[in-house]
């Protein structure tokens, strides 16, 4: 494996910070030989090890106890098998969440949507050598929660 990884965060005012990190990769198996088939592979991509992965953040403190956060997610395609076949890999994605919070006294209103605009992605599968298998990341989903301080 070989690559690159950022991070950084950037406070454009006190109140707005843009927050991110992004993440390149080349990884490859030198030698991988399939127990079911006897098949070797070389110099092929190891599954699910996508190439990128980027995250970005921005947070605005909108009034001393009203916060809103934006986010988007971002991951490359992910090879579902150490055989380096692209018909059996799980396709790129990006996702975008958002949220908000109010803090009342002692109390702290938040409210979390993740895949605002109900995008189509997967984390992860697998693959029997023929058919693409997935694991899916949940449609648009709203969370609200409640938390006392004291």
Do not use: K
């Not at 991110?20 to 490859?28: D, E, I, L, T």
């Not at 079911?36 to 092929?44: D, I, K, P, Q």
């Not at 986010?71 to 990006?94: E, I």
């Amino acid at each position: 494996r070989v690559g690159l990884e950022v991070e950084g965060e950037w406070r454009i005012r006190p109140a707005l910070t843009i927050t991110g990190n992004a993440m390149w990769m080349r990884a490859r198996i030198a030698a991988y030989t399939d127990a079911a088939t006897g098949t070797t592979y070389r110099n092929v991509p190891p599954l699910l090890s996508p190439a990128v992965l980027a995250n970005l953040q921005g947070a605005w403190r909108v009034r001393d106890r009203v916060a809103v956060t934006a986010r988007v997610r971002h991951s490359a395609r992910a090879f579902l098998a150490n055989d380096g076949n692209p018909a059996l890999t799980a396709p790129s994605f990006t996702l975008f969440d958002g949220g908000g919070s109010v803090a009342l006294g002692r109390y702290t209103i938040r409210v979390q949507a993740d895949n605002l605009f109900n995008g189509q992605a997967y984390t992860g599968g697998y693959t029997d050598g023929t058919t693409r298998y997935f694991f899916p990341v949940a449609r648009r989903t709203i969370v609200g929660s409640l938390v006392l301080t004291f």
